[in-house]
């Protein structure tokens, strides 16, 4: 039925990830860095899709992450990355938490819109408070420490991939104990049979609201880790395009399964890149056209490819043995 | 019957949707392990007196008690908590998911919520019930296959199990055999009528076709224009030239 | 005193623009059933056309009252341009399927023409002063006014006022109204379908971009402020109800004179003053003041 469990091809991404800094140029180090640290939004926003809702205001727990690190560092001095890891979550999820008692009472285009609302607030605020946030400027964001240490320039850029790498397999593991757990599955069933689940006694809300917290704790860890990457945090990070980008990774990769959104993450980290390297003025439009191919050629993204591909390659090897 | 003895109690249960009655003052008592076929014309009333004591329509006026709680205006998922459960006129299923993992959420939902959102949704316990309630209801073959690839009799199988894995005290269900083929009727009805009598929950089911009710429920409730007009056992209820006239006259 | 005043044409000024886009992105709502993100693109793509072709004219030489045409002809180009082809070769192949599906295809399609614009006319602002210009200015508290302003206003409430009356007086009127307000009617009254939400797209995008011609001369044409505008519109409609036309004009009232007061009042607050107030209605009344609550049957 629904693999719940990581295929094989995960397991040697995995260990091609692991073995990365000692192969790869320092420039691809940057860009998988950061498109392990955004996969995590990334897979908030597809837990959602699962159960059929949108979310086009994500970019507020981004933002929450990334401004508490932004702010722990600019008033607090804090650096400490294992302080403002769970720091930033913990923020980001306590945020879900309020936004979340509302969120959960709709659905369609009202929880998308309601959700832009909250994230557009959010901007709002960013930019206006400028004395506090650093306005259209933003904030930086010094590199963070470990355990008090700063690491030595020669291993800091794979130090920091490491611990990306780290943490989104830590989230890997919890997602799918997640999708495994009646909760996870409760929320597929949303998107096909709300009556049924009201009609067993189980809350529809309830499953949402849970799912919120886990999905907003999330865009905050990846806001957090966005901060430390870059260096350099900006109230856009709340605009609702950049909520629009994060659906996109979702749907490029493929929201039907956890490995997906890492996928569709590198593939839009290096897609921006080169874009950004050939056709600088025309981004937007390079993502819209991407946006459109897959939507109207492959829905499922990036992700059933490989799916197409396994099958008729595990098709043809049981053929051969039987055969 | 005393209170304490009727698994349910409906007093004056009114309810009018633009002027009309669809329900009048209705006074209905069941007792524990009892099977009753309600039967009526279209517009009768009859889903919308299962709609309202289930829960999702509020009476106008009357109270509904269920063992002697007061059920009235509670939502249809309190309802369930408190042992309703429900079966469809079109099966409410979750389409993307296998045939089993529909009944292991129904389990799981009814294990009380603390314990549904940690450990996996495949766990022994689960595995086995819902096995075992599999084959009671003869789906064990289609376990692991997909929903879309049960045949009609079957998804009416499966949506009266998702309600039956909830352990409710009374069940109801709305037309078990509207959309099955005549040659499955009977089948899927022996089926239903078995597995209930074997945990002993009380049994209401709605139905258009008389000859289902006449074999298979031990009392008759007859629905016309919003209130009950008859009441008693099959045979000489549906006898009744009046009832016939309310009924078939009519359709 | 004068201060209320101002705040007043102001507002109503914003509310006549907000409800050309709304009232278009509301009908594209409630026959089609789809969000239409791109609303803001096109309605921008309206501005630089009509902004283009005046220009042009006037270039050419032509007597500054041509300018009005040419605003009117660019809306309609880019109305009846964009319209059938984002439904037919886009919307059509859509229909039906998952909602972040819908969303992503018209946000898509957003992105596309907000760098469309910035491709073909370039980055620096576009400025077409003559229709604003050529009506004059009044005084009013003090304050200088333009007759221009007056005009968005009076053609506002003449497009709101031959809605009406299509709605009422038209077959095709009382049809879309059918439809927004059941679906299945379309099947049964035996239209054609396709052509119908053709028709009714288009309209929506030529709401859209007439409203960018209007407002054209009364500001500097630069690329992003389409975004803007996209989140006002959403605003509006969330606000008035989606699907209700009524609910567009009211709910661009509602925003035109928030945005007004915040502007004079408290400048701080404009931006959060409307994502707040589209907080507070999605919350009291989800469905918008004029929206209709949908009632599940099973």
Redesign the interface.
């Known amino acids: 039925?629904?693999s719940n469990r990581p295929p094989l091809a995960a397991l040697v991404g995995a260990v091609l990830l692991m073995a990365a800094p000692l192969v790869v140029p320092s420039w691809i180090l940057f860009i998988l860095t950061l498109a392990l640290a955004k996969f995590m939004v990334v897979l908030a926003v597809a837990l959602f899709?699962r159960a059929?809702?949108?979310s086009?205001g994500h970019g507020l727990f981004y933002a929450v992450g990334a401004y508490t690190v932004g702010f722990a560092v600019k008033w607090a001095g804090l650096r400490e990355a294992l302080l403002l890891v769970p720091l930033g979550t913990l923020c980001a999820a306590v945020v879900a938490a309020c936004v979340g008692v509302?969120m959960a009472?709709?659905r369609?285009?009202?929880f998308?819109?309601?959700n832009?609302?909250?994230s557009?607030?959010v901007?709002?605020?960013l930019?206006?408070l400028y004395w506090l946030t650093g306005g259209t400027d933003g904030l930086g964001v010094r590199p963070p420490t470990f355990l008090g240490a700063l690491p030595p320039r020669t291993i800091a850029r794979m130090s920091y991939y490491y611990m990306t790498l780290a943490i989104a397999g830590g989230v890997i593991y919890a997602v799918y104990?997640f999708l495994?757990?009646?909760?996870?599955?409760?929320l597929?069933?949303l998107?096909?049979?709300e009556?049924?689940?009201?009609?067993?006694?189980?809350?529809a809300r309830?499953v949402i609201y849970?799912t919120y917290i886990l999905s907003g704790a999330l865009g905050g860890l990846s806001g957090v880790l966005v901060a430390f990457t870059v260096g350099h945090i900006v109230p856009e990070y709340a605009f609702?395009?950049q909520s629009?980008e994060f659906?996109?990774v979702a749907?490029l990769g493929g929201y039907g399964s956890v490995p997906g959104p890492l996928v569709g993450a590198i593939a839009f980290e290096f897609i921006r890149t080169y874009a950004s390297k050939y056709a600088p003025?025309?981004?937007?439009?390079t993502?819209?056209?991407i946006?459109?191919a897959i939507?109207?050629f492959r829905?499922g993204g990036l992700w059933t490819i490989y799916e197409a591909l396994a099958g008729r390659f595990s098709q043809r090897w049981r053929g051969a043995e039987s055969g | 019957m005393a209170d304490t003895e009727a698994i349910l109690r409906t007093i004056d249960l009114t309810r009018s949707f633009d002027m009309v009655k669809a329900a009048d003052a209705i006074n209905v008592t069941m007792g524990h392990g009892e099977l009753v076929g309600i039967v009526g014309a279209n517009g009768s009333g009859k889903t919308t007196f299962l709609n309202l004591i289930?829960g999702y329509v509020k009476p106008d006026h009357g109270r509904i008690l269920m063992m002697g709680h007061d059920c009235t205006g509670l939502?249809?998922?309190r309802i369930?908590?408190l042992g309703i459960?429900?079966s469809?006129q079109v099966p409410?299923?979750?389409?993307?998911?296998?045939v089993r993992?529909n009944v292991?959420?129904?389990l799981?939902?009814?294990s009380g919520?603390s314990a549904?959102?940690?450990?996996?949704?495949?766990r022994r316990p689960w595995l086995g019930e819902s096995g075992e309630i599999l084959d009671r209801f003869g789906l064990k073959s289609y376990a692991?296959r997909?929903v879309a690839e049960l045949p009609e009799g079957g998804r009416k199988l499966l949506d009266i199990a998702?309600?039956f894995a909830?352990k409710p005290r009374l069940l109801l269900m709305d037309e078990p055999t509207s959309g099955v083929s005549v040659e499955d009727k009977f089948q899927v009805m022996d089926t239903l009528v078995r597995v209930l009598r074997e945990s002993d929950i009380t049994t209401i089911f709605v139905e258009h076709d008389m000859e289902v009710v006449q074999r298979y429920s031990r009392r008759v409730l007859v629905f016309d224009n919003g209130r009950v007009m008859a009441d008693g056992d099959p045979i000489s209820v549906l006898a009744d030239v009046e009832v016939r006239k309310a009924v078939l006259g009519r359709e | 005193m004068a201060l209320l005043t101002i705040i007043g044409l102001d507002g109503a000024v914003f509310a006549a623009i907000l409800f050309l886009i709304a009232v278009g992105l509301t009908l594209i709502?409630g026959v089609l059933r789809i969000?239409n993100v791109a609303h803001g693109g096109i309605y921008a793509f309206g501005a630089y056309t009509g902004t283009y072709l005046a220009l042009g004219l006037l270039g050419l030489g032509y007597s500054p009252y041509w300018s009005y045409l040419m605003l009117l002809a660019g809306a309609l180009l880019v109305g009846l341009t964009f319209g059938p082809v984002i439904e037919r070769l886009?919307l059509r192949?859509?229909y039906g399927?998952?909602?972040?599906?819908q969303?992503?295809?018209t946000?898509?399609?957003?992105?596309?023409l907000?760098?469309?614009m910035?491709?073909i006319w370039g980055t620096q602002p576009m400025f077409v002063s003559a229709p604003y210009v050529l009506l004059g200015q009044f005084s009013v508290a003090g304050i200088t006014y333009s007759w221009y302003h007056i005009l968005l206003i009076g053609l506002s409430v003449a497009f709101g006022g031959s809605l009406v009356w299509v709605v009422r007086g038209t077959r095709f009127g009382k049809l879309v109204v059918a439809v927004i307000h059941d679906r299945e009617i379309s099947v049964a009254v035996g239209i054609n379908v396709n052509r119908f939400y053709t028709v009714a797209f288009t309209l929506g995008a030529l709401c859209a971009a007439v409203g960018g011609a209007l407002i054209a001369p009364t500001i500097s044409v630069v690329p992003g402020f389409a975004?803007d505008v996209t989140?006002l519109a959403?605003?509006v409609i969330?606000i008035g109800g989606?699907g209700s036309l009524e609910g567009a004009a009211l709910g661009a009232l509602i925003v035109g004179l928030a945005r007004a007061l915040a502007i004079h009042l408290l400048p701080?607050l404009e931006?959060?003053a409307i994502?707040?107030m589209?907080?507070l209605v999605?919350?009291i009344r989800?469905q918008g003041l004029f929206g209709e609550v949908e009632l599940?049957r099973?």
Do not use: H
């Open positions: 039925m629904w899709l059929g809702l949108v086009f509302v009472r709709y369609g285009v009202f998308a819109m309601l832009l609302a909250f557009m607030i901007y709002a605020a930019l206006k104990r495994a757990s009646p909760l996870g599955y409760f597929k069933a998107g096909e049979n009556i049924r689940i009201e009609y067993s006694g189980e809350s309830r849970l609702w395009i629009g659906v996109f749907l003025e025309a981004w937007q439009m993502l819209g056209l946006m459109l939507i109207l829905p | 289930t939502s249809p998922r369930t908590k459960a429900r469809f409410q299923l979750y389409t993307g998911l296998s993992e292991l959420l129904s799981a939902a009814a919520n549904s959102f940690w450990g996996p949704l495949y692991e997909s998702l309600s909830l | 709502f969000l886009f192949r859509i399927q998952a909602e972040a599906i969303l992503l295809l946000f898509s399609i957003f992105l596309i907000d760098d469309l910035k491709l975004v989140v959403f605003a969330a989606m701080e931006l959060v994502y707040l589209m907080v999605l919350l989800p599940r099973i």
